[in-house]
């Protein structure tokens, strides 16, 4: 069992404007823990600190002050503590269009994490490849692995990066907003599928969204974001049904959604319809 836990989290940025620096407090002493089979949802507006938080996890970032701890162990920051670290912790950015390289084949993204995390050697890694693709519902196989990405849309890269992401088989996935960049019509889609997956590998997850009726749907516990801080942290019904924060209250009445209102929610929930219609396709929408 392996459990990410942020203590204290703060990040400052020195930001220079000419001969002027001020400071920027991205994060401010955030406490969270992943834990196994539970996602956590971290909402908030743009610019609230989020992706500051998946990049502190992710090691793109150092912390300015406070604790990451794998398994209550401080986390690894070089050489092979570091390349256990990334067995354990893997991420999926926002832009699909962004993460693949368009000039090697799909099959290579995939094959060269699993080489490098020491999954598959020469002869097997081929069958794995096809092994993971089939995972995220892209079917058959090998119709896809020796795509470019280009050829594929944007559902099916975020797909390809899902793959990629599970194939050091990590026990902790963080997702970056990985449905705001897709189509409507196919953003649920991926996001099932990351519930199913999360749901068989048992994974902790984090879930980074503006979107407060998916952060509901697909998550335990929501942490409400303003400003760098944490207003807001509990479980997802809670959080989205009983807002203490005044900052949470306006997010609910700004969701653009229809499915996102707390009162449409409950109503469809009354009337047992568990999700509005266009927010319903299933994980094989392409
Ligand atoms: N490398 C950096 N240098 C300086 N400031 C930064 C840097 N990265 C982020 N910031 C600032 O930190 C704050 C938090 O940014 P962050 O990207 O974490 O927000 P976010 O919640 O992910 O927003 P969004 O919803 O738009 O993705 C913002 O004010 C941003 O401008
Ligand atoms: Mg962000």
């Not at 002493?29 to 992710?58: H, M, Y």
């Not at 969204?209 to 516990?221: G, N």
Request: aromatic fraction near 4%; glycine fraction near 6%; charge should be neutral.
């Amino acid at each position: 069992m392996t459990a990410l836990s942020v203590r204290e989290l703060t990040k400052t940025y020195t930001l220079r404007s000419g001969l002027k620096f001020s400071t920027l407090q991205a994060v401010k002493g955030v406490d969270f823990d992943l834990t196994p089979g539970r996602t956590v949802a971290l909402v908030g507006q743009s610019g609230s600190g989020k992706s500051t938080i998946a990049k502190l996890i992710a090691q793109l970032e150092r912390p300015t002050s406070g604790t990451i701890t794998l398994d209550g162990a401080p986390i690894g920051r070089r050489g092979a503590a570091l390349a256990r670290y990334r067995d354990e912790v893997q991420m999926v950015f926002q832009d699909p269009f962004a993460s693949l390289n368009p000039y090697h084949s799909i099959g290579h993204h995939i094959e060269r994490p699993l080489l490098l995390h020491g999954k598959a050697t020469r002869s097997t890694v081929r069958e794995k490849v096809l092994e993971l693709l089939s995972r995220v519902n892209l079917t058959p196989a090998e119709d896809y692995v020796d795509r470019k990405p280009h050829e594929l849309s944007g559902g099916q890269r975020q797909r390809v990066a899902i793959a990629r992401a599970l194939a050091p088989g990590p026990s902790i996935l963080i997702a970056d907003e990985p449905v705001s960049m897709l189509d409507v019509s196919v953003r649920l889609g991926v996001l099932n599928l990351l519930a199913r997956l999360q749901r068989e590998e048992n994974l902790a997850m984090l879930y980074i969204t503006h979107d407060l009726a998916t952060a509901r749907h697909f998550s335990d516990e929501i942490l409400v974001m303003y400003r760098g801080d944490v207003v807001e942290q509990g479980p997802a019904d809670d959080v989205i049904l009983r807002p203490q924060a005044e900052f949470t209250r306006q997010l609910l009445v700004a969701a653009p959604e229809p499915g996102t209102n707390p009162r449409f929610l409950a109503e469809a929930k009354r009337r047992g319809v568990p999700m509005p219609d266009h927010l319903a396709p299933s994980e094989d929408t392409p």
